[in-house]
């Protein structure tokens, strides 16, 4: 089996690239760029791959308010475009989407599953809404996985970091931190998606599924977490949203139900505070 994974060299990218069963090819931006078509058809052409990994988004939520060209770009018509060749090519495209995705609902208390209709509420999640019909009405071999805040021990390369990481910096450096407890999510640790990721490629699974890790928090209550559990004294409060001005608005739930996966015989992830004292212990390990 050959991999082509767009986007290795970021957070999830650096942890499933090891993972894969067979030959990887590990394709950075210069390689493979979601926003330049013929560079794309052209490197995944020579290649011939039989599955394609796409690693790669375009994920600055605020950003994305202001920028919803270079939004779309990447997350919606590069994707459409990557749908297109692996369907040329006869390969299968795995794509990761997001959580937010959904959001319009507020009055939402339970968590999404893969059947129930989205409906973002920022540029960013309609961006990535938009890739996922792409590949949908494109490229019949898929397997699309909607996660949610991903941390790996790589950090974000584009965004200099993830929450957990920008959690122990501003903790480090002395700064008062207020976080939102009033938007509901699961964050999810990369090598655990990783791992969910090769496990559904052995059972040759398409179509679309949610996987994070399990139970759901405030990122109030990560960020209570991150400190608790790598005894890093704080000076957090928690705030509402209404106190917190960014320019995108964010899902107030967007917790993601496993029931797709555990249909189809998938390991359900360990819960996310478990997840987290494990990234925590690799952190350390790695420093």
Request: glycine letters at 8%; charged letters at 20%; proline letters at 6%.
């Amino acid at each position: 089996m050959k991999y082509a994974v767009i986007g290795s060299e970021g957070q999830l990218g650096r942890d499933l690239c090891p993972r894969l069963a067979g030959e990887v090819v590990r394709l950075t931006r210069a390689d493979a760029d979601l926003t330049k078509p013929d560079l794309l058809t052209a490197t995944l052409t020579a290649l011939k791959p039989d599955v394609v990994v796409n690693c790669a988004a375009y994920n600055f939520v605020d950003r994305a308010e202001t920028d919803r060209e270079t939004a779309f770009a990447v997350n919606a018509w590069g994707v459409g475009k990557l749908a297109h060749i692996c369907h040329e090519l006869d390969c299968s495209l795995v794509h990761f989407s997001t959580d937010y995705v959904f959001g319009l609902d507020e009055t939402r208390t339970t968590p999404w599953d893969e059947a129930d209709a989205p409906g973002p509420v920022n540029q960013y999640g309609l961006s990535k809404l938009t890739g996922e019909h792409l590949i949908r009405m494109t490229c019949p071999r898929h397997l699309i996985l909607r996660t949610c805040g991903l941390y790996g021990v790589w950090g974000s390369g584009g965004k200099g970091g993830n929450f957990v990481e920008t959690m122990l910096r501003s903790a480090g450096q002395g700064k008062p931190l207020r976080v939102v407890d009033d938007q509901l999510c699961t964050p999810t640790y990369t090598v655990d998606l990783a791992a969910a990721t090769v496990e559904m490629l052995a059972l040759k699974r398409t179509g679309l599924y949610h996987v994070t890790n399990a139970g759901h928090c405030s990122w109030h209550e990560l960020a209570r977490a991150v400190f608790e559990l790598s005894g890093v004294p704080a000076d957090l409060t928690p705030i509402p949203s209404r106190e917190y001005s960014a320019p995108a608005r964010r899902p107030r739930y967007s917790v993601l139900s496993g029931v797709g996966i555990d249909r189809i015989g998938v390991k359900p992830l360990r819960p996310w505070r478990d997840a987290l004292a494990a990234y925590l212990s690799e952190r350390q390990r790695q420093a």
